[in-house]
Every structure is written in structure tokens, then in C-alpha cells.
């Protein structure tokens, strides 16, 4: 008997702060006003998609002592951003990205579980803990907690969070529409934790909400951080979106779960995944082409390259050849508050490799960047990437995509319009939402699914 197909799961990435959003395209809309963030998630609704998501910075970017100013700068806070559109949808799940390192649990419960009863049960929180001690000089603690012990922290976070939203578990709570929300038993919210980051105790003011804990999103890529997902995520959101790397990274993240007694499918595999869609594929590649040079300009190439050699580059042509000298190893960084400076490990390695590539193709700085940056995961007529999307999920790739449009706010419209409908057509993406949390539409447990859960009289 053949395998029956898996379901695909597909969520909107609201762009803001990266190198894919074409901010000179006039079709582009603001990354602040409620209005782009409302279109957006309208359109991921009216898809069926299952949760919009939001990427996180806690200080803007620099690059040579001045603001990296090049792509979209600043954006607004997650909560509030998630809250607001809570109003304006209805089943869409809202997943937020929020920093272990520098919030405290009792606060992030409090917020995870006021949007979960706000949305009712479609809060999920993307668990992240940076590793720089720039984003750091933001906080009371300046830099704080080497970046070694920073999963062990979000662990215990997590952990203590996870004690305080479970405090009113099994608690009676009943709901008089005269005087409000009273209690039955006076034990509600208590809770005591002594570890080796918090030493906190006291009574959760926030009573147990729809999916009783948010669905819990990892986005690391270090030994710890797949470890810290396999024991502790519902779901991961990687960088790895083709058809090799997904698999590796899927097969990899998976195996690490039995040994925490868990099962393949409680773990979601979702990669960021960016598209272009044309009537035809040739049309779709051109356009492609497009938006790759639009994405990376002569200045930003240039910014690019800088990043690698760790240099100020600014003399140099983009149209021009790559620069002679190597790069500068082991001083402090030229860019700060960008992830993406740990790929490059071996930056001596790397410019060794493109300029080999270079000379080989007659590419410039910019060809170059612009030929070995992140290309479009999905190009082609909507029929091809609809197929390629389901080969890539039903070959375990991944579980589904985080879509990341290049034009704010209207980006996604074309894909729910034209490519979800042949998703919905094969059988393999929802017609409609069968339930009303995030949890349901992910097909994950609730944490209080045969236990006594807390009875909300009305
Ligand atoms: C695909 C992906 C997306 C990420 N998005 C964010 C983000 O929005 N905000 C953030 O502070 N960190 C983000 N991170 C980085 C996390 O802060 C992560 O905790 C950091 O990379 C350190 O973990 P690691 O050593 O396991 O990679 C992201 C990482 C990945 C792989």
C-alpha cells in the first residue's frame, strides 16, 4: 500500500527586516502601518494558511559604525503587532518571535497566554536567543550570558514558563457575566521555581487560555539548538529550503526525537521559502532575474562582500572585479546584529571560492553576489510550483513552507489566488480550517488532552 500524502502546512513571513523585500518596487507598502500587516494577514487567512509569523531584532543593524540601512530599518513591536491583528482574523494562528535571553519568563507567559486568550488559542512563540553581545548593550544586563549558555537558559525559560502557564491547570474557573471571572479554588496560579537562571515564586495573574501553552517555534542551527528543539519545539523554523539540505536537515532534527520519547510527527519541519510566479516558467525565471538585481543593488553587493571580508570595501567598483587583498580573520566585526556573519566560518576559504567562480563566469561583485546569495526558492507558472512544493514536503524535505513574499504587503496575494487553489485541488492543503487554535491546524496535541483541564463555565 502506498503512503497516504502528507498534509502540507504553509504560514506568511511579514518581511520586514531582510534582504529579500524589494522596498524600490512601487508596489511596496509600509513595514509600519497596521494596514500593510492587516492586508498581509487577511490574504494568509483567505489562503487558509496556518499562522502568519513574525521574525524579531532587538536593536538595529550596523555595519562599519553605521546603521545597516540598506534593507527595511526598525520595526514594531511583536505583541502588540499580533494583538491588533488577533482583532482582525479569525482562525489565522500568530506566531511571534521572542528572545529568551534578555525578556524574563513571568512577563513572556503573561503576554503568550493574554494573546492566546485574545486570539482564541492561536498564539505560538518562535523561541530565539541571539548570540551577540551588541543586541545585549540594549538591555540592564549589557551583553550578558555567553552565548554557550544560552540554551541552557531558554531551556529553563521555557521550562518556567511552561510552570506558570500550567499554574491554573485543573483549576476551577467560572465565569459570572454580572461579576466577572471568580475562582474555586484558591491554590489558582501558584507557582515556585529555584534553577540555576530564575529563582522566582509567586501567583500567574493570567488564567489558563484556549491552547493552554502557544505552540513553542525553534529557529537555531547549532548542536544545541537542533537539541533544544527535538526535546522542547513543536515546531522549527530552518533555513534549509531545498530539496537536499531539507532533507538532511528533516532527517537529522527527526532522529534526535525518540531519545526525548517523542514521535516523528511533534515536530514540524518549516523552512523559510521565498517565490516568483510568472504565467509561464520562462516568464517566472525572467522575473526572477529581476528581482535579484532589484534585491541586490551595486551598494548592497558591496556591503555584501564587506560582510565576508570583513573590510571596508566602499572604494570598490560592484561592477568591477572581486578585491585582491584577503579577508581580515579574527578582529573584531565589521557588521553587527546580523546572524548570517557565523556562516561564514572560513571568510579566506570563501573568497578563495568566488573568486574562482568569478574568474571562471566574467562575474563582478555584484553577478557574484547576486549568483551565490539566496536564490527564489520556487519559480515557475503556478502549476510548477505548486507540483514542486508538494514533491519537496512529500519527499520530507520538510513538513511545509514559511513563505517569505519580496513585495510588503501585496506579495502573497498572487500565491493565495493562483497556486494555494492547485494545492487545495491535489488534496494535500486545507479547503477550509477544521478547527479554531493553531494547535488544530498543526494536527498537535493539547497540552491538556486527557488530563482534567480547566472548565470555563458560562
Ligand atoms: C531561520 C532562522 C531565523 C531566525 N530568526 C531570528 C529572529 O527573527 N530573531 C532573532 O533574534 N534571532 C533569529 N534567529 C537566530 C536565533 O537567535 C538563534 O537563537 C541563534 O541563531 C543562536 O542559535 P544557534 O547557535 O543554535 O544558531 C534565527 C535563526 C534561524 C536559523
Do not use: C
Not at 489562503?47 to 531584532?57: Q, V
Not at 502557564?165 to 459570572?176: K, N
Amino acid at each position: 500500500m502506498s503512503k497516504p500524502l502528507k498534509q502540507i502546512h504553509l504560514a506568511a513571513h511579514f518581511p520586514g527586516v531582510n534582504n529579500t523585500t524589494v522596498w524600490s518596487d512601487p508596489a511596496a507598502g509600509s513595514h509600519i502601518e497596521f494596514s500593510s500587516f492587516a492586508h498581509f494577514a487577511r490574504t494568509a487567512e483567505r489562503a487558509k494558511f496556518d499562522f502568519l509569523f513574525l521574525a524579531e531584532g532587538l536593536r538595529l543593524r550596523e555595519q562599519g559604525g553605521e546603521i545597516y540601512d540598506l534593507d527595511v530599518v526598525g520595526r514594531p513591536d511583536t505583541f502588540t503587532v499580533l494583538a491588533a491583528l488577533a482583532a482582525v482574523t479569525d482562525r489565522l494562528g500568530l506566531t511571534g518571535t521572542i528572545n529568551s535571553t534578555f525578556n524574563e519568563p513571568y512577563e513572556v507567559a503573561r503576554q503568550f497566554a493574554s494573546l492566546d486568550h485574545l486570539s482564541g488559542g492561536r498564539s505560538a512563540w518562535n523561541v530565539v536567543t541571539s548570540w551577540d553581545a551588541f543586541t545585549g548593550e540594549n538591555f540592564r544586563r549589557g551583553g550578558f550570558l555567553p552565548q554557550e549558555e544560552r540554551y541552557s537558559r531558554a531551556q529553563e525559560f521555557l521550562a518556567t514558563a511552561n510552570e506558570l502557564l500550567d499554574s491554573w491547570r485543573g483549576d476551577e474557573i467560572l465565569a459570572d457575566q454580572a461579576t466577572g471571572t471568580f475562582l474555586s479554588d484558591a491554590k489558582a496560579g501558584a507557582f515556585v521555581h529555584q534553577g540555576q537562571h530564575f529563582d522566582i515564586h509567586g501567583r500567574f495573574n493570567v488564567p489558563r487560555s484556549p491552547q493552554g501553552r502557544p505552540v513553542i517555534f525553534q529557529a537555531g542551527e547549532s548542536d544545541e539548538g537542533r537539541e533544544f528543539a527535538a526535546s522542547s519545539a513543536d515546531a522549527i523554523f530552518s533555513r534549509y529550503a531545498t530539496l537536499k539540505e531539507g532533507q538532511a536537515f528533516y532527517t537529522d532534527v527527526k532522529g534526535r526525537l525518540a531519545k526525548y520519547g517523542r514521535r516523528p510527527d511533534q515536530l514540524l519541519i518549516l523552512p523559510a521559502a521565498t517565490f516568483v510566479l510568472g504565467d509561464t516558467d520562462e516568464e517566472a525565471a525572467e522575473l526572477a532575474r529581476e528581482v535579484r538585481r532589484q534585491q541586490v543593488s551595486g551598494a548592497t553587493a558591496i556591503k555584501h562582500l564587506e560582510f565576508v571580508w570583513n573590510r571596508d570595501l566602499s572604494g570598490h567598483d560592484p561592477e568591477g572585479p572581486l578585491p585582491d587583498v584577503d579577508p581580515l580573520v579574527g578582529e573584531e566585526h565589521i557588521s553587527r546584529g546580523r546572524a548570517q556573519v557565523r556562516m561564514y566560518r572560513d571568510p579566506i576559504a570563501i573568497a578563495r571560492e568566488w573568486r574562482e567562480l568569478a574568474a571562471a563566469n566574467g562575474w563582478s561583485i555584484r553577478d557574484l553576489v547576486i549568483n551565490t546569495g539566496n536564490r527564489q526558492t520556487f519559480v515557475g507558472a503556478p502549476a510548477t510550483v505548486a507540483r514542486t512544493i508538494n514533491d519537496f514536503v512529500q519527499a520530507d524535505a520538510s513538513d511545509g513552507f514559511i513563505l517569505v513574499p519580496h513585495i510588503t504587503p501585496g506579495g502573497l496575494d498572487a500565491f493565495a489566488d493562483k497556486v494555494v487553489p492547485l494545492l487545495q485541488e491535489q488534496g494535500v492543503f486545507r479547503t477550509e480550517y477544521e478547527g479554531t487554535t493553531l494547535r488544530d491546524h498543526l494536527g498537535l496535541a493539547h497540552p491538556d488532552a486527557g488530563s482534567p483541564a480547566g472548565r470555563v463555565a458560562s
